[in-house]
């Protein structure tokens, strides 16, 4: 069993950062695939990133060059750092972990955090 709690959301002006943070308890972070995803209202939840146990990294295209995903496994914490944000990113995002992944795409999640909200707003 893990326990996953996000941390990190808020308010940000486009073109901004922010960093979203997951801290996991419970079970091994280590061998742990870790990804984020996010949801707007009325829409499906969107894979974002992930980060695989032994450090390989995936992005979905529109946030290619914009966000980078990290893992601190001595504290049992994901990252995702957001920069260049635009309106568009507003979302609640949402931290999970997953034994397997499917061309770098948690399949399926087995754990989900309860979401943080992130709003891209002037």
């Known amino acids: 069993q893990v326990q996953l709690v996000e941390s990190g959301g808020g308010l940000v002006q486009p073109g901004g950062s922010l960093t979203v943070s997951c801290a996991a308890s419970?079970?091994?972070?280590?061998?742990?695939?870790m990804a984020w995803f996010r949801q707007v209202p009325g829409k499906e939840r969107e894979f974002v990133a992930a980060i695989t146990w032994n450090g390989n990294i995936y992005y979905t295209d529109s946030v290619k060059g914009r966000f980078s995903i990290s893992r601190d496994n001595a504290k049992q914490t994901v990252y995702l750092q957001m920069n260049s944000l635009k309106p568009e990113d507003t979302a609640v995002y949402y931290c999970a972990a997953a034994f397997t992944l499917r061309n770098g795409v948690p399949s399926p999640p087995s754990y989900w955090g309860q979401g943080t909200q992130v709003t891209v707003s002037s």
């Open positions: 419970g079970s091994s972070f280590t061998w742990f695939n």
